[in-house]
Nanobody
Framework: QVQLVESGGGLVQAGGSLRLSCAAS????????MGWYRQAPGKQRELVAG???????NYADSVKGRFTISRDNAKDTVYLQMNSLKLEDAAVYYC?????????WGKGRGYWGQGTQVTVST
């Protein structure tokens, strides 16, 4: 019903920047919130940044001041600008949308992107 397509991951040197994108398509009536999560090998998936429909933002302490989440409502797309990347930022990054579906098919449904690898080198 809803598909999320991520792009923008890759290999970057420490101190560099990357911009991730996640575009949603499908039976979306409204978007309640969007977020970026990451999971490093051997670790649990953690919230990196989130943005609610009203515009409220939240960030993990480890990325505050370096990462910026933003959205394009017209395109149902969320972005994550990552600056001053550190070795510990390396992980698979996943986007997540919480949406209400059209035609009364459901509210507050969560969907995940396929994940995009971010590798940070010295």
């Amino acid at each position: 019903q809803v598909q999320l397509v991520e792009s923008g991951g890759g290999l970057v040197q420490a101190g560099g920047s990357l911009r991730l994108s996640c575009a949603a398509s499908g039976s979306i009536f409204s978007i309640n919130g969007m977020g970026w999560y990451r999971q490093a090998p051997g670790k649990q998936r953690e919230l990196v940044a989130g943005i609610r429909s009203g515009g409220n933002l939240n960030y993990a302490d480890s990325v505050k001041g370096r990462f910026t989440i933003s959205r394009d409502n017209a395109k149902d797309t969320v972005y994550l600008q990552m600056n001053s990347l550190k070795l510990e930022d390396a992980a698979v990054y996943y986007c997540n949308f919480n949406v209400d579906l059209t035609r009364g098919w459901g509210k507050g449904r969560g969907y995940w992107g396929q994940g995009t690898q971010v590798t940070v080198s010295t």
